[in-house]
């Protein structure tokens, strides 16, 4: 933690202290009462007095050391080991930031909207928001009207809301050279995957490199759009004693533009319903006894593909270029071909498709033609 956070460079700033003074500051400020002085002025003043501007700026202080030591926690600690309170902290200060933003009725809105974005990705929403069971009612198989309601963008962004920040990857596959990861503007995603979105006010993108709305909780951020689906009934479905399940049905959106991005060979840990909305995807798959035969990244080494890839396969599947010559890897990846490729199945998703598969299969993925790609995953 940096000095200038501290006091005196002795001990670190209590969060909490810090959080519970500036809502005590929010509560002694006189929010739209007119000032003694100008009392006969027909336009109150939020911060009539003296005393109640130097509270406004003790409050402000407050507010950005807040946000500053969150951010700076989640920021330079490995996220696996950053704690739930940590995050709720993050969550906490950008809330008191954007009361602070509402309450000097700022105009630059986009920025507050994006402000909230960055927490609810980084942080998690408030808490966990759990659908109703539509099995409560006896009813299965519900409709999904995403299939024909997600093919507009008009209505897409009646759900979300203008100004809004989402993560996806840049680059052709998370195992290349070059790839990583930003937050873009929503907007600006969806007309570049594809959908009919005016170009006015949209920030031009930094490169050509392909984005691909990958594993985001997306439906947390933008609960609107949750209606349009149903969990499926396998997610409620009995499991193995000895396997061990997440915490809650966690669901994923996949987004992005067919043919531009891949998905290398990998295994989940959980079970997954991989559910198919918009467009079409190529799915290729290898039991988990082709484990030995699958060249995965050692889990050790300097690339972060070596670091973190231990589930990830180093054969080039499913990749565009290799599509007329897939055999040429024949003398890099011998066992692969020898013991894995001849059983290997293949299928294309289409919309209203979904596929099962357990824990430990793998799988590559990649987008078919040029339309928007669409796809919603629950782990159970």
Known sequence: MSAELEPGGDSPLDEGDIFASAVRDLRLLPFGTPSSSSSSSSSPSAFPSSASSELRETLCVRIRVLLALARQRVEYTPFHLVSGSILRGYTDATILSVVQFLIEDKEEWRDTVQLLDRAIIVAGAVGPRR???????????????????????????????????????????YDDCGWTQRLVEWEGFLRRTGWDVPAD??????????????????????????????????????????????PEVLVNAW????????????????????????GYKRVWLAPPDAAPHMYAYSGQGTSLAEEYMGNTSRVPLLRPALDGSFHAEQSRFPTFFEHV????????????????????????MRGEGTRPCWSVSFWF
Not at 212 to 238: C, H, K
Request: some cysteine; proline content about 12%; glycine content about 8%.
């Open 131 to 173: 659908l109703e069971s539509y099995l409560a009612s006896g009813t299965h198989h519900p409709p999904w009207p995403a299939l024909m309601l997600w093919q507009s963008a008009d209505y897409i962004l009646a759900q979300t809301g203008r100004g809004r920040l989402v993560p996806v990857e840049c680059g052709r596959a």
């Open 201 to 246: 006010g949209l920030a031009e993108a930094e490169d050509s490199a392909p984005q691909y709305l990958a594993q985001t909780s997306l439906f947390r951020q933008f609960p609107g759009l949750e209606s349009d689906m149903a969990r499926p009934d396998y997610v409620w479905a009995e499991t193995p004693e000895d396997y061990k399940p997440p």
């Open 255 to 278: 987004i992005g533009r067919g043919g531009e991005v891949v998905s290398p060979a990998h295994t989940d840990p959980y079970y997954n319903c991989y559910a198919q909305v918009l």
């Open 341 to 364: 490729y001849p059983r290997a199945m293949e299928a294309v998703l289409g919309p209203g498709d979904m596929l099962v598969m357990p824990p430990g299969w793998w799988h590559a």
